[in-house]
């Protein structure tokens, strides 16, 4: 079989995926980066009403032109209290930030600009014009006006405006469901006692967070034997379950991929198994069971979280509606490499930033796949394109973030 470049197995993958059409209804308080299934637009006015900005006086701002006369102080609006009469010449009400503006005021005197002469005498010691410091009505939005538009990603300012136009829940895109499957009878849960031969079944734990920081909902289905008919309940039950993702870890190196392949097989899924031109994460598979998706997972420890970087994150991201992020940065090599053979290295690195802003890339002494010490000590994967000739140290070079 040849090898499918990693360009093709991501289009072939990524391109396909549309947002869930699922939607579900949150309150505000649980729909912080959560995607906007439709328009908000505003129930109410805000403000709705013309509101002062600062602290000071209601004011005619004809009655504060010089020779400076006094005013009369015929009352008080505060923020929740509006005042609630009307004001004519010669007279002001006091008044607060927030605080509707009273009728016949056009204009708030600030109260560093007024001189207070009795209880209810106020005179002013700077002339204001019309409208000063006044928050017209409606001067945020009006009813109706679209505050976020579907698609958004809710922020927090996206949150607090949908509040303040009067909405107490959102309807936001579904999260994707991924079910989660380690294979292998060697497996054992973290915690558990680890026989002679044994390993503990740690990718579950990096994938499922990959899978959960790409936007998705993880349903945790453990570790099943190298056993056909279990490994199909548990596919079964993804299906029933109404998993949008399925996905295998372990099972599909050459040898036993046939196994996890034939349970897939025996249950109609168009399945593709391809041997991707990458190191590491060489044996992938990806098809679809009805609307479900599956993704075969290489076992090695590295060579999953690789593979679910580049395919199942992306892919993730893309169902739960969240916009596509390039794949790669630039920065420069902080370590000379040597050339590279057909398939594309992702090379676990560490990324620094230097003085000068420069993204220096410096590689990682051991890269076996089984080496979950070194991936976890690696913040990028430096990519080494297929056939890439030797490299010096302060080339470019572009890498993939792991965090
Ligand atoms: P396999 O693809 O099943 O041949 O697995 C390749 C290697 O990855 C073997 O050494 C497995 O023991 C190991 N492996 C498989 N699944 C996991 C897992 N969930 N966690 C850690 N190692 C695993
Ligand atoms: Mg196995």
New binding site residues.
């Given amino acids: 079989m040849s090898l499918l470049p990693v360009e093709e197995a991501f289009r072939r993958i990524i391109v396909s995926a549309n947002p869930l059409a699922r939607r579900e209804r949150l309150p505000l308080r649980l729909a912080a980066g959560r995607i906007l299934a439709e328009d908000v637009r505003a129930t109410r006015t805000q403000p709705g009403f013309d509101a002062s900005a600062m602290d000071g006086y209601a004011v005619r701002a004809a009655d504060t032109a010089a020779p400076f006369q006094p005013l009369r102080v015929i009352g008080e609006s505060a923020a929740g209290r509006a005042f609630g009469g009307s004001i004519g010449p010669g007279e002001t009400v006091r008044i607060f930030t927030g605080a509707p503006v009273p009728e016949g005021a056009d204009a708030i005197l600030i109260q560093e600009d007024a001189e207070r002469l009795s209880d209810d005498t106020v005179r002013p010691t700077e002339t204001v014009r019309q409208g000063q410091h006044i928050r017209p009505a409606g001067v945020d939005f009006s009813e109706g006006a679209l505050l976020v538009p579907a698609g958004s990603r809710l922020s927090p300012g996206g949150l607090a405006l949908a509040a303040s136009g009067g909405h107490p829940a959102l309807p936001v895109v579904a999260r994707p469901r991924v079910a989660i499957l380690?294979?292998?009878d060697?497996?054992v849960l973290p915690g558990e006692a680890v026989g002679p031969s044994q390993?503990?079944?740690?990718?579950?734990f990096g994938?499922a967070a990959l899978v959960e920081a790409a936007g998705g909902e993880v349903l945790d289905c453990g570790?099943a034997p190298?056993d056909e008919v279990q490994i199909g309940e548990h596919l079964d039950a993804a299906v029933a379950d109404t998993a949008d993702v399925f996905v295998t870890?372990?099972?599909?190196?050459v040898?036993?991929?046939d196994l996890v392949g034939k349970v897939f097989a025996s249950r109609g899924v168009a399945l593709d198994f391809w041997k991707v031109a990458m190191r590491p994460g060489k044996?992938l598979m990806a098809g679809r069971l009805g609307e479900m998706r599956i993704v075969g997972l290489?076992?090695?420890?590295a060579?999953?979280m690789v593979a679910a970087t580049l395919f199942l994150g992306p892919l993730v991201r893309r169902l739960a509606g969240l916009p596509d992020r390039p794949l790669m940065r630039s920065g420069v090599l902080a370590a000379a490499m040597p050339a590279n053979g057909l398939r594309a290295d992702f090379v676990r690195s560490r990324l620094t930033v230097d003085e000068d802003g420069r993204h220096l890339v410096e590689p990682l002494p051991r890269q076996d796949s089984?080496l979950?010490s070194i991936y976890a000590a690696a913040n990028v994967l430096l990519y080494r394109p297929p056939h890439a000739g030797p490299a010096d140290p302060g080339a470019p070079c572009r890498f993939v973030d792991l965090d």
């Fill in positions: 380690s294979t292998g060697e497996l390993i503990v079944a740690s990718n579950t994938i570790i190298d870890i372990g099972g599909a190196s040898g036993d991929h044996p290489p076992g090695n420890p060579s999953s089984s979950l």
